[in-house]
């Protein structure tokens, strides 16, 4: 688990070592919320899959060496031992600053350019709140991601699909 200290500090870590990063799952949901809501087991990051190895670099760094999951080229997720867990979702960039991940079966997920959005009174850049939407679509969803996405409806005006009215 990451403070909103702590992703700040994986943010501006990353920014220094100039890779694009930008905040999506239940981070992103309280970046574009503009607050802290709940208890994140991990931060999750959409990032350029030419700048992978740079991002892998930098999170070494930090001490995020262990591989929890390695479904590279789709997504990657490490830890630092101490709690600290990021999921990595690398993207090819596409021409409007958004990118195409290649999800497992050789289909692909767009992610628009990123939005801003705010953790710890910081501006970040975050996935937008239709696409927070779309990710959480095709599973059952729990009593956690209900609650997301009626703060992030709360918050943003978003359309939510039935299952989660």
């Known amino acids: 688990m990451l403070s909103e200290s702590e992703v700040l500090a994986v943010l501006r870590l990353l920014g220094d070592a100039g890779a694009t990063a930008w905040v999506d799952g239940g981070w992103g949901v309280d970046a574009l919320v503009g607050g802290t809501t709940r208890v994140h087991a991990d931060l999750d990051l959409v990032v350029l899959l030419d700048e992978l190895d740079v991002v ?17 080229p789709a997504a990657l997720a490490v830890a630092d031992g101490s709690g600290g867990e990021i999921d990595l979702h690398p993207v090819t960039g596409s021409s409007d600053g958004g990118g195409w991940q ?64």
């Open 102 to 165: 290649l999800l497992p079966g050789g289909e692909r997920f767009l992610y628009p350019p990123p939005v801003s959005g705010t953790i710890g009174g910081h501006r970040v850049r975050c996935v937008d709140a239709a696409t927070q939407v779309r990710c959480h679509l095709g599973y059952e969803p729990t009593a956690k991601d209900r609650r997301d996405m009626l703060r992030l409806q709360a918050a943003t005006g978003v359309e939510l699909p039935e299952e989660y009215r």
């Open 56 to 72: 892998r670099a930098a999170l070494a760094g930090a001490g995020f060496t262990e591989v929890l999951r390695d479904w590279l």
